[in-house]
């Protein structure tokens, strides 16, 4: 079974600042996806970012970017110039790849507080 | 918008009572799965469709039950509901494999349940 271990509970930043998140998983699987979602104080379920495993390049989405190491499965968050919306819950949750897909495995989360 | 559409928002009813949770996928998306998030908790996967099919089954209780309609919409049936059932229930669908967001999950907006 596939688990995923986000290893801070909490973290703060300065708006404008950088700040990366850390996310480790555990598979056997070889075709893979990855994502980070953030969760702000509504609760809703934003997706942030999303990584393919068999791309050895690194996604990006405007702020948001992932450090992906497949060889030490290993998928950080940064998020560059960070802005006062960003405070949210963020989670990073693995998916094996199949027809249909399959469900979500998801960490328990980096609660990210960002300071004025 | 994810475009995934939850009814209802939110609902309080009382223990021992049975509530029902609906839930619309994309246009075109197959799957659809229901997650569990009680207060600051992570989320609990709960059981996954596949075009009217069963495909995965998660930590989900006895009490719970749910189906895919023809028309690809889900329902979620809580029964003899207990204080500690009360949560963010959330629908998520997945697209197919193909294009940028392909096998990407979205969620809904989330059906808080209140029981008391």
Redo the contacts between chains.
């Keep these: 079974a596939q688990t995923v271990t986000q290893s801070q509970p909490e973290m703060s930043v300065q708006e404008a600042e950088t700040v990366t998140l850390s996310c480790t998983y555990d598979t056997s699987e070889n075709n893979y996806?990855l994502?980070w979602?953030k969760q702000p104080p509504s609760?809703?379920?934003?997706?942030v970012i999303?990584q393919?495993a068999y791309k050895q390049q690194n996604a990006t989405e405007n702020r948001f970017s992932v450090n992906f190491q497949k060889a030490a499965k290993s998928f950080s968050l940064k998020i560059s110039d960070s802005q006062l919306g960003d405070t949210a819950m963020y989670?990073c949750a693995f998916?094996k790849?199949a027809?249909?897909?399959?469900?979500?495995?998801?960490?328990?989360?980096t609660r990210l507080s960002v300071i004025a | 918008d994810?475009g995934v559409t939850q009814t209802p928002k939110h609902l309080i009813t009382a223990t021992g009572q049975r509530v029902t949770l609906r839930c619309s996928p994309r246009s075109g998306d197959?799957?659809v799965?229901w997650y569990q998030?009680s207060l600051d908790q992570?989320?609990q996967?709960l059981i996954?469709y596949?075009?009217g099919e069963e495909?995965?089954k998660?930590n989900i209780l006895e009490r719970f039950s749910a189906q895919q309609f023809p028309d690809l919409h889900s329902e979620l049936n809580l029964s003899s509901l207990e204080l500690g059932d009360s949560a963010?229930y959330?629908c998520?669908s997945?697209s197919r494999?193909q294009g940028r967001s392909g096998?990407?999950?979205?969620?809904g907006?989330?059906s808080w349940l209140t029981v008391v």
């Design positions: 996806y994502f979602y609760r809703q379920m934003i997706l999303r393919e989670f998916m790849h027809v249909g897909n399959t469900p979500l495995v998801f960490g328990k989360g | 994810s197959l799957s799965y998030q992570g989320l996967f996954q596949y075009n495909r995965a998660g963010l959330f998520a997945s494999p096998n990407t999950i979205y969620f907006e989330g």
